[in-house]
């Protein structure tokens, strides 16, 4: 959210994430060691996963509150699945493709049913959570082969697994996003999404598509975050939607589309990690946090609207409202 | 066919529910002509645009491109076959950049097809503003364009399609004199490149600028088809207005009463500016102009839903300074919108509640509605405006258009308002129930009311009024008296 | 002359088809449950019915003015425990009457400032409650540091577990609470302001409904009823834990959904947000019946949710297209 017209490549988000970690340096202790530093982006990783996922179809001014119990969906079943024998890239894979499906549907009943988003992802919320629960008969699953913890204790090249696995995916979906036609349609969409459809582009199906891509990213950072605890339970991925959509709009991703993407995003996560992990480090106690953080998200959401509305209606011409007699409005009163 | 016809439409002909968009039309252009079309509000030129570019199809009637005919069922297949069509309202994406928007879904990719080329996007889009002679910055976001620069954009991607022929639809409604020299400079070179334009606008001096020959249409129908050097100002007016007015309006004329509403320096900064006009019991005043006038947002500013910058107010002799819908209900005046369906009316709820709404405040003080009386009113009123329906249980959204247009009416008579806004009263709505509501509003004047009617149809202007204010681009430019007002000088004024 | 007038107002709310459809639905869920399940149709169990659709009407409420007002609350369940942790506090000291109070306030108070920022800041319903949500949440968690708290006398507990003769008292609680909704929500001025407002809020506020005034009102009037159905929930357990009302929106929205609620606005009665708690209460009655386990419980909660609008919107769709081209026949023949 740099300055209008100048090019100014530190965003407002970014300085504050800089000002956070400078001032948690210098006030607490214990913050500037770096095992608390890996500590941070260990934590960190997940979340990012999540909120990448999330942040694609923020930015279709849409939303996804299904990601959490995705994620347990897939982290059980892929638990499962590998306790059962199955080697474990294949495993892997198999745990993705239920995530990335259960993505679909829910891009399938908003896009093409046109349920409400937040309707259609709260229901699946409930359905991914129930299947989760079932299968795993509501207990922790553990006994799956040790091969899986490479994901989070591994090293490549000596920098941890997950933070390869995490920048692999953000440089993906930074790609994705900016340089693909699939990326421009998202801004398009999100951004006026009667002019992408007349400019011929697949709103539907790219739509769809992206919420597939929500649930396939939730279902991976299920099994991050399986490796990481070595047992899986279906509520394990329970708020973490929550947290993605703050880690999103903290960012600077502005929810009517055109502004936000990975790196938008990963400075949004980051910000959440430093703010959390000061607060415990202070001492402040989790559920606090929980009140900090929703106080926080709902402050920025406010602040990133009045930026982003007000530019819109300067610019653009005043609506025509010559018509033909006998076309009046549309068809109910909204 | 004549030769280097591009499009023709033979006998085109579109119906909506209760009125004849157009009928019979014929329209023929040429490549590197402008063709302008012309005609009121309502005449039918809107519709004509949405057949041509796919938006909508005809009833009847063929279109003719290139030779072949051709039927557009969605707007991107006439955009592809290669007719583009400009917009008021532009559909561009505010928060990407000139070239990514003229190339939105056609961005040429490297690499195998991995990437997007970005750079080559910016140079094809470079080239096109080159070829339009207009220096600019294609990586700039359209959403810190100008105007101007944004119909351009628009204008670039039509070029960017390889249009062979593209519409404007009133391009010079929101430029300035520098910028339309601009738009004009653009035009010649499209002409250059034997590209067909259909020029839309109700600036008639324009006309006479940029076009090569004018199709007039009334009331749907084709009035008049000519070459712009064939013919003059007047000549066009008669065609675009000279019908027949043989209804007769059911108006008992009073003698106005006090003044109930006087507007002083009234300004809203960039929409309209310095209205001065005064309302009195028993009269009717007319607003007339072309849409985009400032009509509307003259009188939503009156009501208080749109704020103003400057200026002042009055109701009833008193100075109001700031304006709301509450205090204004309050107050007694009574505002009917353009758009009932969504503006007007609680489409999901049921006659009584939509009735019910302005007044049971008022009515019922104690917040508690007596249900036996607030039946009594109801039924009265559904007797007294005539409201067609079964019972007062019946959602409006089942309504006819002349119904719904009498449950708002019956809404606002129940408040007992001194003020009545109309803002296109009878729009869609067919003959009988016109006539009616006529004869309705001649009732309210005669028990003391005030009446504002903006309006679009002539005849019920003229026929109702007994003043009449023109408005054009923001401003009041004259005042008629009934006996004074024609259709030729309202037109005058409000194209002048 | 009370009882024929009531008699008159229930006839006429059932003339509403969305709460007559309810019903409908209703009537058939309870009948095929009678037939299909051996224990269903015994005294003990339509009781156990009652007395858990009673629960899940007490928090349908707030959600059902929400929807209403075009919107949703998803904070039920936080407010409700927050209020719940509160007031089982200081019950637990004595004060019950103070306790009470206090309960009801912080429900109405969470509501309100929903309210102010839905309608003046114009955050989206879901984004603001979903918020509020993890902020009362995590209010009521801090305050209980993840305890229970015990020790609330029987005479609150009376509102929980007594009875007057068989009928548990929650279940007189919400049906007073219901006759009082339903008597007041189509003869209020506010009642009908809500439909107003959430059926077009534009042409409400053109006719001079203060808009922001009742949608702030709305969210508060949630929030209480989210306080009164905390309060009824800790008095039945016996003691109060942060994490109360976790279920609960979304059983709220199914409970609504099959009620006839639209989330469209305006549409739908408070007595069918009562017969969509009936019905959800008979759906995990007989799950539990039959021995499904709770978490497909869970499942099958979304899944009616979806299938109901899904429905519900074809048909509107149906309806819609049917009407366009009827219009456009009758049209064509006359021009």
Not at chain 2, 252 to 276: A, R
Request: proline share 2%.
């Amino acid at each position: 959210m740099g300055k209008k017209g100048k090019k100014l490549h530190l965003s407002g988000p970014a300085i504050i994430l800089i000002v956070l970690v400078v001032v948690s340096s210098l006030f607490i202790n214990s913050f500037i060691r770096i095992g608390n530093i890996n500590n941070i982006l260990r934590q960190a990783s997940m979340l990012s996963l999540v909120a990448m996922g999330q942040c694609i179809v923020i930015l279709l001014a849409g939303i996804d509150l299904s990601q959490g119990s995705v994620m347990g969906l897939t982290g059980v079943s892929t638990a499962l699945i590998l306790s059962k024998g199955v080697p474990l890239v294949p495993g892997i894979i198999l745990g993705l493709a239920i995530a990335m499906f259960c993505g679909l549907i829910n891009g399938y009943l908003i896009s093409y049913v046109k349920i409400p988003q937040f309707v259609a992802t709260f229901g699946m919320f409930g359905m991914a959570l129930g299947v989760a629960l079932v299968i795993s008969d509501s207990r922790v699953i553990w006994g799956f082969p040790e091969t899986v913890r490479v994901i989070h204790d591994g090293e490549i090249l000596g920098i941890s697994a997950p933070f390869v696995i995490v920048g692999i995916i953000y440089l993906i979906m930074f790609w994705l996003l900016k340089f693909t036609r699939f990326g421009t349609s998202i801004y398009a969409i999100g951004g006026n999404a009667t002019a992408a459809e007349l400019s011929g582009m697949p709103v539907k199906r790219n739509v769809m598509l992206s919420y597939g891509i929500s649930g396939l990213l939730a279902g991976a950072a299920g099994i991050m975050l399986m490796a990481r605890m070595n047992s899986a339970r279906a509520i394990m991925g329970t708020g973490y939607e929550f947290e993605a959509i703050a880690a999103v709009i903290l960012g600077g991703t502005n929810r009517l589309g055109g502004k936000g993407g990975a790196v938008e995003t990963i400075t949004g996560v980051l910000i959440l990690a430093v703010v959390r992990n000061a607060l415990n480090l202070i001492g402040v106690s989790v559920y606090l946090q929980m009140v900090a953080v929703g106080f926080v998200l709902i402050v920025v959401y406010i602040i990133n609207q009045n930026k982003g509305s007000n530019p819109l209606r300067k610019w653009f011409p005043v609506k025509n409202k010559g018509l033909v007699s006998g076309t009046t409005g549309n068809g109910n009163g909204r | 066919m004549e030769k280097n016809v591009i499009l023709e439409l033979e006998n085109i002909t579109k119906i909506y529910p209760g009125v004849v968009a157009l009928d019979s039309v014929n329209f023929q252009l040429r490549e590197g002509e402008v063709h302008v079309l012309s005609g009121e509000n309502g005449a039918g030129k809107s519709t004509l645009i949405k057949i041509l570019s796919g938006a909508e199809q005809p009833d009847y009637g063929s279109i003719i491109y290139q030779g072949k005919k051709r039927s557009f069922k969605y707007a991107y297949e006439a955009q592809r076959a290669g007719i583009a069509t400009i917009y008021q309202e532009f559909n561009l994406i505010p928060e990407l950049s000139i070239a990514q928007n003229i190339y939105l879904g056609r961005e040429p990719k490297k690499l195998l097809g991995t990437f997007i080329d970005w750079k080559k996007v910016e140079k094809q889009a470079q080239a096109l503003f080159d070829m339009l002679g207009v220096k600019i910055d294609v990586k700039t976001k359209v959403v810190n364009l100008p105007v101007s620069k944004q119909q351009m954009v628009e204008i670039a991607k039509a070029l960017s399609l390889d249009s062979k022929v593209i519409i404007f639809d009133e391009p010079t409604s929101t430029l300035t004199d520098d910028d339309i020299v601009k738009l004009f400079e653009i035009i010649k070179r499209l002409r250059e490149k034997k590209i067909g334009i259909i020029y839309i606008s109700h600036r008639l001096e324009e006309l006479f600028e940029i076009g090569d020959r004018v199709t007039v249409l009334r009331d749907g129908k084709k009035t008049g088809h000519h070459n712009i050097k064939d013919i003059d100002m007047s000549k066009i007016i008669t065609e675009m207005v000279g019908r027949k007015i043989d209804k007769q309006f059911a108006r008992d004329l009073q003698k106005p009463g006090k003044e109930v509403l006087k507007v002083e320096g009234f300004t809203s900064k960039g929409v309209f500016s310095n209205i001065n006009f005064s309302v009195r019991e028993r009269e009717i005043v007319g607003f007339s102009g072309l849409v985009g006038s400032g009509r509307t947002e003259v009188m939503r500013a009156v009501f208080g839903i749109d704020k103003f910058d400057s200026g002042s107010l009055h109701f009833y002799g008193n100075k109001v300074e700031k304006s709301d819908p509450l205090k204004s209900v309050k107050l007694k005046l009574a505002f009917i919108p353009e758009d009932r369906k969504s503006e007007g009316t609680c489409l999901n709820l049921n006659i009584r509640d939509n009735i019910i709404l302005a007044s049971m405040a008022s009515i019922f003080k104690s917040g508690i509605i007596n249900l036996h009386e607030e039946k009594k009113l109801v039924t009265q009123a559904i007797k007294d405006l005539d409201i067609k329906t079964p019972s007062m249980q019946q959602k409006v959204k089942f309504l006819s258009g002349g119904n719904q247009q009498k449950v708002v009416l019956a809404k606002w008579l129940l408040t007992k308002s001194k003020i009545f806004i109309f803002d296109e009263p009878t729009r869609g709505i067919d003959v009988g129930a016109k006539a009616e509501f006529h004869k309705l509003i001649n009732l309210l004047v005669k028990e003391g009311a005030g009446v504002i009617m903006i309006s679009s149809e002539m005849p019920e202007v003229i026929g109702m009024s007994d003043r009449i204010f023109v408005m054009k681009e923001g401003t009041i430019v004259q005042e008629f008296s009934r006996e004074e007002a024609s259709q030729e000088k309202i037109l005058k004024a409000a194209i002048g | 002359m009370k009882f024929k007038n009531k008699l008159a107002q229930i006839a006429s709310s059932l003339r509403d088809t969305n709460t007559s459809r309810a019903l409908f639905t209703l009537l058939i869920f309870f009948v095929a449950s009678t037939i299909f399940v051996n224990r269903f149709f015994t005294l003990n169990n339509l009781i156990n019915v009652l007395r858990q659709s009673a629960l899940v009407f007490s928090f349908s409420i707030g959600m059902a003015i929400a929807m209403l007002l075009a919107g949703l609350d998803l904070s039920i369940g936080a407010v409700a425990a927050y209020s719940g942790v509160l007031a089982a506090s200081l019950i637990s000291n004595g004060y019950i009457v103070l306790g009470i109070i206090v309960g009801l306030l912080v429900g109405i108070t969470c509501g309100l400032i929903s309210g102010v920022i839905i309608s003046k800041y114009k955050v989206p319903p879901f984004i603001m409650t979903f918020g509020m949500m993890k902020i009362a949440s995590g209010l009521a968690l801090n305050f209980t540091k993840g305890e229970s708290i015990y020790g609330l006398s029987d005479k609150f507990r009376w509102i929980g577990v007594g009875t007057i003769g068989l009928i548990p008292a929650p279940l007189i609680i919400c049906t007073v609470l219901l006759i009082l909704l339903a008597y007041f929500g189509k003869r209020s001025v506010l009642g009908r302001r809500i439909y107003a407002v959430g059926s077009n809020r534009n042409a409400a506020r053109f006719s001079g409904i203060p808009c922001e005034r009742t949608l702030m009102i709305g969210y508060a009037l949630s929030g209480l009823f989210s306080g009164i159905a905390g309060l009824m929930f800790v008095a039945r357990l016996g003691s109060a834990e942060g994490i109360m009302g976790d279920g609960w929106p979304l059983q709220a929205i199914a409970a609504c959904v099959l009620g006839g609620v639209s989330f469209a606005g305006g549409e739908g009665t408070i007595q069918g947000a009562a017969i969509g708690a009936l019905c959800v209460a008979i759906m995990y009655n007989v799950l539990n019946l039959l021995g499904v386990s709770p978490s497909w419980q869970q499942f099958l909660i979304g899944f009616v949710i979806i299938f109901v609008i899904s429905i519900d919107f074809i048909k509107s769709q149906i309806i819609r297209k049917k009407n366009i081209s009827n219009k456009l026949r009758t049209m064509q023949k006359t021009a």
